[in-house]
């Protein structure tokens, strides 16, 4: 399976842009996805996830009430809704899935480059 991520681009501070992701296989079991984002120079960071049983969906502290994080009915695809960005947003974006049985995010994305200029 395949994370098809799209939506990135370059924004000035406190706009919007919405980032999707879509797995190439509706066949495919899996237990959550989420966004990770990692920024030059820095590490890999969680974003937001959502747990496909139930919606549970959790955020990190620096982009909630900003961020949001929600899928489809039907297959594993989900979207990232980020509002009012800001200049430390800018980085690379990742989608990833936890499928059943992995005990981790196991499947990643490309990425897609998100810029927001101040």
């Known amino acids: 399976v395949q994370l098809l991520e799209s939506g990135g681009g370059l924004v000035q501070a406190g706009a919007s842009l919405r980032l999707s992701c879509a797995a190439s296989q509706r066949t495919v079991s899996g237990v959550a996805m989420a966004w990770f984002r990692q920024a030059p120079g820095k590490e890999r960071e969680f974003v937001a996830s959502?747990?496909?049983?139930?919606?549970?969906?959790y955020y990190a502290d620096s982009v909630k009430e900003r961020f949001s994080i929600s899928r489809e009915r039907v297959g594993y695809k989900i979207y990232l809704q980020m509002n009012s960005l800001k200049p430390e947003d800018t980085a690379v974006y990742y989608c990833?899935?936890?499928?059943?049985?992995?005990?981790?995010?196991?499947?990643w994305g490309q990425g897609t480059q998100v810029t927001v200029s101040s």
């Open positions: 959502m747990r496909w049983s139930g919606g549970t969906t």
């Open positions: 990833t899935l936890q499928r059943v049985g992995a005990g981790q995010y196991d499947v």
